[in-house]
């Protein structure tokens, strides 16, 4: 992760959710979508397997995947 953090600066305003659960129940899904509306943030950075990533899908209008896995589960 920190290679994708080490690409801001001290002008971009970064929060780093490191909490996110493997098949999330729907209570978790939206405690992260609440969570990421309250940032205001014009995108969204989803790195990390398929449950950070279908968390960013349902709370952000933009948003970038960078998906750390391989395989069929790749989309």
Do not use: Y
Not at 27 to 34: D, T
Not at 58 to 66: K, L, Y
């Amino acid at each position: 992760m920190q290679s994708v953090l080490d690409h801001f600066d001290s002008s971009d305003k970064v929060e780093v959710f490191t909490n996110v659960i493997s098949d999330p129940p729907i209570f978790v899904i939206v405690q992260r979508i609440i969570e990421c509306g309250k940032l205001w943030a014009d995108r969204i950075i989803a790195f990390g397997r398929g449950s950070a990533i279908d968390i960013v899908k349902g709370s952000a209008r933009q948003f970038i995947a960078i998906p750390t896995m391989s395989g069929t589960a790749l989309k």
